[in-house]
Nanobody, 127 residues
Framework: QVQLVESGGGLVQAGGSLRLRCAAS????????MAWFRQAPGKEREFVVFDRWSGGTHYGDSVEGRFTVSRDNAKNLFYLQMTNLKPEDTAVYHC?????????????????????WGQGTQVTVSS
């Protein structure tokens, strides 16, 4: 199975930056589709980005141009670099992993595609 642990969240002023980290164990990153989702209090879970093992990457409209995903496959680490943070980015951020090698790319923005989830890390952006 896969275990995911997020870290790197915190309190930051608007316009600042944070880097979130997701540490994965139990399966190599090279064959997993990975994603970040976020959920603010009282709001539904929102897609942030996915990064497929073959290299396909797609960002949600609300973060395009501000967030960047990266991997360190040798260490099974998955990062989300967040810049120009806005109060609207305040949420609990979760990483997720999809073990299905043949998952169609069109499904990778859906939370239902991900079998494994981390516990989440809180990001709070003050105005």
């Amino acid at each position: 199975q896969v275990q995911l642990v997020e870290s790197g969240g915190g309190l930051v002023q608007a316009g600042g930056s944070l880097r979130l980290r997701c540490a994965a164990s139990g399966r190599t990153f090279s064959v997993l589709h990975m994603a970040w989702f976020r959920q603010a209090p009282g709001k539904e879970r929102e897609f942030v980005v996915f990064d497929r093992w073959s290299g396909g990457t797609h960002y949600g409209d609300s973060v395009e141009g501000r967030f960047t995903v990266s991997r360190d496959n040798a260490k099974n680490l998955f990062y989300l670099q967040m810049t120009n943070l806005k109060p609207e980015d305040t949420a609990v951020y979760h990483c997720a992993a999809d073990p299905s090698l043949y998952r169609p790319e069109g499904e990778s923005a859906s939370a239902q595609s991900y079998a494994y989830w981390g516990q989440g890390t809180q990001v709070t952006v003050s105005s």
